[in-house]
């Protein structure tokens, strides 16, 4: 009777809560982002050249047709799979816009076919953003879907930056943990704020002290705001409804919000001291503002409005992010160069060492790291969270997806050129970046699949789930005469 009497007391509070607290008809939607075919605004330059003598073609169909005389089949024999040579007339007209550089033709007729790379085709890029990593990012800008070519990867296994860094796939893992496919949700939901070290209750199980002081996002991928040398009402239009449609945050100048009268708690206000009485001009509550100084950072302070404080990778960044967390700063966004360059190291270096100190302090819960600068592809993503960010903010890939054409070097933020092309639509922006940022959720998806991780929150400074090349190579070497 008495075990009775207790289910039925369990029953009645059960019936109580649902009543008052919780929604007895929960609709429940997974995460997706929408995906549409959007074509480039304008074709981009082939990325080779085909020059062809006529006169040596011409010797060598005469010659073929003596040779082979009522062998057609031999003498119209076009020397590419890829239809370079299969217009009406041949090779007297070909087609550069098929070539992918095999160069089979050069090595079968080299007194006849010249390829070449198109120096206009290289324009679209720099030496970090390369032409390569842009043609990448404008097919998944294209599509919304992972490049996949055929051809097995025919990059270096090493380098500079992000390459130095490989994702350690070996663990045992099950098979049906794989978000894209469906079969087992992986969630790249992402919080941003501060999180007491523990909770603490009262008798009546209430929390009492500290509580968390986090929103959340879908994507560990924000959007930072674009150069200081492009003023356009349309971008800034594109990257706001672009962070709105894929549950993601926005980083504007608060002039740029009011001049454009864009709204929305997806938009976040970045405000120097001098701008701080703008923000009661804004027609939304911002979930967070982003001080551009310690100034900023202190008056924020003092009105209690969760702040984000924005540090450059210079000489002293060190002491002023430490300044601010004594003034109880807990999101911090460190930025780099374009290039991923600050304080003399790479990106990768700056944040380990920053995600190390914090966790040596016992205080890493307690902050957000979010990194931009040096994320160019798909794949940097995940290294620079498993290297200690809790998420990034993209720069440059956006201009790419747009098609906005890089003039010389773009390093920093305040001197880089980028022309936009001059008649696209916001409604075409927008789709572009939403099919950007499906494709890179979808490669994070696989790499995490393939590690046998459940939410992008447990990949943060997993850094045994990465090889160094540094490491291997001196594990490999370090014993040989010469190694250094």
Same mark, same amino acid.
């Given at each position: 009777?008495?075990?009775?009497?207790?289910?039925?007391?369990?029953?009645?509070?059960?019936?109580?809560?649902?009543?008052?607290?919780?929604?007895?008809?929960?609709?429940?939607?997974?995460?997706?982002?929408?995906?549409?075919?959007?074509?480039?605004?304008?074709?981009?330059?082939?990325?080779?050249?085909?020059?062809?003598?006529?006169?040596?073609? /011409? $010797?060598?169909?005469?010659?073929?047709?003596?040779?082979?005389?009522?062998?057609?089949?031999?003498?119209?024999?076009?020397?590419?799979?890829?239809?370079? =040579?299969?217009?009406? *007339?041949?090779?007297?007209?070909?087609?550069?816009?098929? !070539?992918?550089? !095999?160069?089979? !033709?050069?090595?079968?007729?080299?007194?006849?076919?010249?390829? $070449?790379?198109?120096?206009?085709? %290289?324009?679209?890029?720099?030496?970090?953003?390369?032409?390569?990593?842009?043609?990448?990012?404008?097919?998944?800008?294209?599509?919304?879907?992972?490049?996949?070519?055929?051809?097995?990867?025919?990059?270096?296994?090493?380098?500079? #930056?992000?390459?130095?860094?490989?994702?350690?796939?070996?663990?045992?893992?099950?098979?049906?943990?794989?978000?894209?496919?469906?079969?087992?949700?992986?969630?790249?939901?992402?919080?941003?704020?501060?999180?007491?070290?523990?909770?603490?209750?009262?008798?009546? +199980?209430?929390?009492? #002290?500290?509580?968390?002081?986090?929103?959340?996002?879908? &994507?560990?991928?924000?959007?930072?705001?674009?150069?200081?040398?492009?003023?356009?009402?349309?971008?800034?239009?594109? /990257?706001?409804?672009?962070?709105?449609? *894929?549950?993601?945050?926005?980083?504007?100048?608060?002039?740029?919000?009011?001049?454009? %009268?864009?709204?929305?708690?997806?938009?976040?206000?970045?405000?120097?001291?001098?701008?701080?009485?703008?923000?009661?001009?804004?027609?939304?509550?911002?979930?967070?503002?982003?001080?551009?100084?310690?100034?900023?950072?202190?008056?924020?302070?003092?009105?209690?409005?969760?702040? !984000?404080?924005?540090?450059?990778?210079?000489?002293?960044?060190?002491?002023?992010?430490?300044?601010?967390?004594?003034?109880?700063?807990?999101? =911090?966004?460190?930025?780099?160069?374009?290039?991923?360059?600050?304080?003399?190291?790479?990106?990768?270096?700056?944040?380990?060492?920053?995600? %190390?100190?914090?966790?040596?302090?016992?205080?890493?819960?307690?902050?957000? /790291?979010?990194?931009? +600068?040096?994320?160019?592809?798909?794949?940097?993503?995940?290294?620079?969270?498993?290297?200690?960010?809790?998420?990034?903010?993209?720069?440059?890939?956006?201009?790419?997806?747009?098609?906005?054409?890089?003039?010389?070097?773009?390093?920093?933020?305040?001197?880089?050129? =980028?022309?936009?092309?001059?008649? =696209?639509?916001?409604?075409?922006?927008?789709?572009?970046?939403?099919? &950007?940022?499906?494709?890179?959720?979808?490669?994070?998806?696989?790499?995490?699949?393939?590690?046998?991780?459940?939410?992008?929150?447990?990949?943060?400074?997993?850094?045994?789930?990465?090889?160094?090349? $540094?490491? &291997?190579?001196?594990?490999?070497?370090?014993? *040989?005469?010469?190694?250094?």
């Amino acid at each position: 009777m008495a075990m009775a009497k207790g289910n039925s007391s369990v029953e009645t509070d059960i019936s109580k809560i649902s009543n008052s607290t919780i929604d007895t008809d929960p609709v429940y939607h997974r995460y997706h982002i929408e995906t549409a075919m959007t074509a480039d605004m304008s074709n981009l330059p082939n990325r080779f050249l085909v020059e062809v003598s006529r006169i040596n073609l /011409l $010797k060598l169909i005469i010659k073929e047709s003596r040779d082979y005389f009522g062998k057609l089949d031999v003498i119209l024999n076009r020397p590419c799979v890829y239809g370079v =040579f299969s217009g009406p *007339i041949g090779g007297f007209a070909p087609r550069p816009n098929h !070539c992918v550089g !095999c160069l089979r !033709c050069t090595i079968q007729h080299p007194d006849v076919v010249t390829i $070449k790379h198109n120096p206009e085709w %290289k324009s679209w890029g720099d030496t970090y953003l390369s032409p390569k990593l842009v043609d990448t990012i404008l097919t998944e800008a294209s599509t919304g879907a992972v490049p996949v070519k055929g051809q097995g990867y025919r990059g270096r296994f090493g380098g500079p #930056g992000w390459d130095r860094i490989w994702t350690d796939m070996s663990e045992i893992v099950r098979p049906t943990r794989d978000g894209i496919h469906g079969r087992e949700f992986i969630s790249t939901v992402t919080d941003i704020g501060s999180k007491p070290m523990h909770l603490s209750f009262n008798s009546k +199980g209430e929390i009492i #002290g500290t509580e968390p002081a986090t929103l959340s996002t879908q &994507l560990p991928i924000l959007f930072d705001s674009p150069p200081q040398t492009i003023k356009s009402a349309k971008l800034l239009n594109v /990257l706001s409804k672009s962070a709105q449609e *894929i549950d993601s945050l926005a980083f504007m100048p608060i002039n740029g919000i009011l001049g454009c %009268k864009l709204s929305g708690k997806h938009l976040v206000p970045q405000v120097n001291s001098s701008e701080i009485e703008l923000i009661q001009k804004l027609n939304f509550s911002p979930r967070l503002i982003e001080a551009l100084d310690i100034s900023a950072v202190k008056s924020l302070s003092n009105q209690n409005i969760k702040t !984000c404080f924005r540090i450059d990778f210079d000489e002293g960044w060190e002491e002023l992010m430490h300044k601010a967390f004594d003034i109880g700063v807990r999101v =911090f966004h460190m930025v780099a160069d374009y290039h991923g360059r600050g304080d003399g190291n790479f990106i990768r270096d700056l944040i380990i060492k920053t995600h %190390k100190d914090f966790v040596k302090k016992g205080i890493r819960d307690q902050v957000t /790291l979010i990194g931009s +600068g040096g994320i160019a592809a798909a794949e940097h993503v995940p290294k620079a969270i498993i290297c200690g960010f809790d998420a990034v903010a993209l720069d440059t890939p956006l201009l790419a997806a747009i098609q906005a054409q890089p003039k010389g070097e773009c390093i920093s933020s305040e001197f880089s050129n =980028f022309v936009l092309p001059k008649s =696209f639509t916001v409604s075409w922006g927008v789709q572009r970046v939403k099919n &950007l940022c499906a494709a890179w959720r979808d490669q994070l998806l696989e790499i995490m699949g393939a590690m046998g991780i459940r939410e992008v929150r447990r990949m943060r400074g997993e850094l045994g789930r990465a090889m160094f090349q $540094k490491d &291997l190579e001196k594990e490999a070497f370090g014993d *040989i005469d010469g190694y250094e």
